[in-house]
Structure formats: C-alpha cells, structure tokens
C-alpha cells in the first residue's frame, strides 16, 4: 500500500510542532512519561530540541507539495534515518536502565512515522524479464501457520507466530532451500539499513548481530542460510532460526507440491519466537512491525525479479 506523500508530509509536519511546543513548555510532560528526572542539564537539551524540532516542522511542511520522485526520496531517506535512529536509542536508553518504559510510546511514533515516509514513496518495480508477471502471483497474503509445517507448535508458548503466503507461477522451483536461498538475496537495500540500526543497538546489550552470524557461515562449512542456522530441511520445508538469551526463533519456508484445488501451488513463510525474559518481550514488541515489513517486502521482491526455475534433471 502506498500512502498519500502530501498527507504523510503534513501529519510529521504537525507532530515536529508539538514536540517543539512541548520541549519548550511544557517539558516535564515527556520527562515523567519516561521517568527522567528533570534538571537544569535536560532543560538545556530540552530547549535546544525545541529548536530543532520547530525547524523540522517548517521544513516538512513546506516539502508538502515536492512533486519529483527523486526530491522526495532525498527527503524520506534523511527524515526516516533520524526517525529510526531515534527510535533505537530509545530502546538502547531503555535496555540500559536510563528511561522508563514510558519511552517506548515515543519509540513506536518514530517507528510509524518512519514507515509511513517509506510508504508513501515506495514504487513497485515493474521493469523485469521474468515470464512471473501476473499481479496475483505479487500477492502477498497473511495466513495461519500451516499445520503440517515443522514449526507448528513448535513452542509451548509464542510471543510472535505469523505467516505470508504467496502464489508461486508455474515452472518455478519448489525446492524450499533454493527458494529461500532466493529470497534472502533479492531483499531490498533498506533491508540491510535497518538491520545495521538494529545491530548497532542490540550489541551494546551482548545480544548476537548479523555481523557476528554472519561470520559463522564464512567458511561455508556450516549449515547456515545467511545470518541463520539451519535445522531441518526436507522436500517441502527448511527451517532455520537462532537461540539467544533473550529470545529463540524459528523460520519456515515451506512449498506445496501438490497443487490446489484451483491448480495453483504456494510458497509459505512462518515465523514464530519464544521470548525467554522481559527484555525478550520488550525487544519483540519493538520489532514486530518491521519484522513483518520485512517478510512482504521479501517475497514481493522475489516475485517481481522472478522466482528460480525448476532444474532439470
């Protein structure tokens, strides 16, 4: 879904005015919500934020009307890196015990607003050479995790358990390590760019980064698929994943390769994470909408650039 640029442009326009007004007055307002204690020292920074913010607002509201393409993604990239940025030291501020949970609410503004920027310049490609044109088939829909996928009820107890199907054309391999081999490959550059955000947080806090994962597969040795460990693979499924302190997670792609009752085969990717402690939870709330971001963005790039083909034999 693409959003209204205009409408975004205003709505983030407004929000920079009210902190503004609010950092300047009524400071204290934020400091409670998030359990700062207030001083002379964040007063200071409190006012210079004010400016900042006020300027944030002009500027926003006079790129409202911004009708080039290019302009406008000069604009989304700057804003929506200092949106996410704020967002994780917001979470890095929390995880370190400086601010209250409070903070998160300001943490998932940031998160918002930096995806509906994105959203609202976000173009399909439709430059491809692929014979896998079909809209349906760039259909990403969520479902319930299948029941013969190995991670149903996989935990005892999920704090996340999600699943996107898509439509996978006719002659396309459904080999699942191919395909999720695939799909791990064509994802978009942002991709990359908010993972380099999480990992700058998440290591202060000794959890493990993509960098570090990816360091385990180097010698192409190990059952690895990118940054993941793999568990089971089998003729319709892989299943990869990783263990932390704060939370286990597994990832399913799955392949029909029996055909509907429409004639139609399908590619199914489930996720599902057990959390293990209160930073667990928290760090999951906070990923949650990206995560699923993510996933539909994946196998919508997949589809567009055009899913492998069946090998011969």
């Not at 040795?221 to 499924?237: A, D, M, N, Q």
């Amino acid at each position: 879904m693409q959003l209204n640029f205009t409408k975004v442009i205003i709505l983030n326009a407004v929000s920079s005015a009210v902190l503004a007004f609010i950092w300047l007055l009524a400071p204290q307002l934020l400091l409670k919500a998030w359990r700062v204690a207030q001083s002379p020292e964040v007063a200071l920074i409190g006012r210079r934020s004010a400016g900042l913010f006020a300027g944030m607002s002009v500027l926003q509201f006079s790129a409202r009307n911004i009708a080039d393409l290019a302009a406008r993604l000069v604009f989304v990239k700057g804003f929506s890196a200092a949106y996410l940025l704020l967002a994780a030291l917001g979470l890095f501020e929390l995880f370190s015990g400086h601010a209250g949970s409070g903070i998160l609410s300001a943490v998932f503004v940031e998160i918002g607003m930096a995806v509906a920027l994105i959203a609202s310049v976000w173009r399909r490609n439709q430059t491809t050479g692929s014979l896998y044109m079909t809209p349906q088939q760039h259909r990403v829909t969520p479902v319930a995790i299948p029941s013969d996928s190995g991670v149903f009820r996989h935990y005892a107890a999920t704090n996340l358990a999600d699943a996107y199907s898509i439509e996978l054309p006719a002659g396309a391999s459904t080999d699942p390590e191919v395909l999720a081999r695939f799909i791990f490959s064509q994802q978009a550059p942002w991709i990359g760019y908010l993972m380099g955000i999480r990992d700058a947080v998440v290591g202060r806090i000794g959890l493990k980064t993509t960098g570090g994962l990816a360091a385990l597969g180097a010698d192409g040795k190990t059952g690895r698929l990118g940054i993941f460990k793999i568990y089971v693979t089998s003729p319709s499924e892989i299943i990869v994943g990783e263990d932390d302190k704060h939370l286990d997670f597994r990832l399913s792609v799955l392949c029909s390769h029996q055909p509907s009752p429409e004639g139609k085969r399908y590619l199914t990717m489930s996720t599902v994470v057990h959390c293990h402690n209160r930073l667990g939870r928290l760090y999951i709330l906070a990923i949650a909408p990206f995560h699923r971001l993510v996933v539909q963005s994946s196998l919508r790039s997949a589809a567009r650039t055009g899913w492998p083909s069946v090998t011969p034999t």
